[in-house]
């Protein structure tokens, strides 16, 4: 069982509030990501980061934010939620090796 | 860039074996990955193939790797109900997985 925590698991608010995702692992691991899921399942890498101070956007352009001041945390921050950032967002972690594991989820929905 | 494709849907009655199968364009891929997610809950790693592999078992789980066509399988045998869930294959590149549009297993009794 990995262990890597999200929180919250849901959301909901109201559209212009600033909100802040977080994804925190105790697995020591160097690398993390955020992926955007849409309702039809498919995933899309938003952010990635490697390391401390390392972060660099993903394949799917975003209007989020996010920081890496320590290795275990690395939380996703969007200024001002509209209703098109409604979506589930999955926070992973690697180590060196092979295996990603994945957190259970933010599910987030903006009125 | 690398393009990971696989059928949406699957429904095998409760017993059979399932096959879910993957399609993916580069060849470089290191590793090769199948991902179970069920319903309001994150992705579970079922199990990886190295890519100089063309077979992995792993209890009911058998994964086929045919490099020469680009094609990957998952083989569940002896499908139960709580096998219903998502299933997603994901390749590795550049130290980042692509993910399939995800195969939806159903399992009737």
């Known amino acids: 069982e990995a262990d890597i925590y999200q929180t919250p698991r849901y959301l909901v608010i109201g559209t212009g509030k600033k909100i802040t995702l977080e994804c925190s692992q105790t697995?020591?691991?160097?690398?993390m990501y955020w992926y955007q899921q849409d309702p039809g399942m498919e995933l899309h890498l938003i952010h990635y980061?490697?390391?401390?101070?390392?972060?660099e956007k993903g394949d799917l352009s975003s209007e989020s934010t996010v920081s890496r001041i320590r290795t275990e945390h690395f939380p996703l921050t969007l200024e001002s939620a509209r209703p098109s950032h409604t979506s589930q967002y999955l926070c992973?972690?690697?180590?060196?090796?092979?295996?990603?594991?994945f957190g259970p989820g933010t599910r987030l929905t903006v009125t | 860039g690398e393009d990971v494709e696989q059928s949406l849907f699957l429904s095998v009655r409760e017993g059979d074996s399932s096959v879910i199968n993957c399609t993916y364009t580069?060849?470089?891929?290191?590793?090769l990955y199948w991902y179970k997610q069920e319903p309001g809950a994150g992705l579970q790693l079922l199990t990886y193939?190295?890519?100089?592999?063309d077979m992995k078992q792993d209890q009911r789980l058998t994964v086929l790797l045919n490099k020469k066509d680009k094609h990957l399988s998952l083989r569940i045998a002896d499908t139960q109900t709580g096998d219903s869930a998502i299933y997603f294959c994901?390749?590795?590149?550049?130290?980042?997985?692509?993910f399939g549009q995800g195969t939806e297993l159903s399992v009737k009794p």
């Open positions: 992973a972690s690697r180590s060196t090796g092979v295996e990603q594991y």
């Open positions: 697995m020591g691991h160097d690398k």
């Open positions: 980061s490697y390391g401390v101070n390392s972060t």
């Open positions: 580069d060849s470089s891929s290191t590793y």
């Open positions: 193939i190295f890519s100089n592999m």
């Open positions: 994901a390749v590795a590149r550049a130290g980042k997985l692509i």
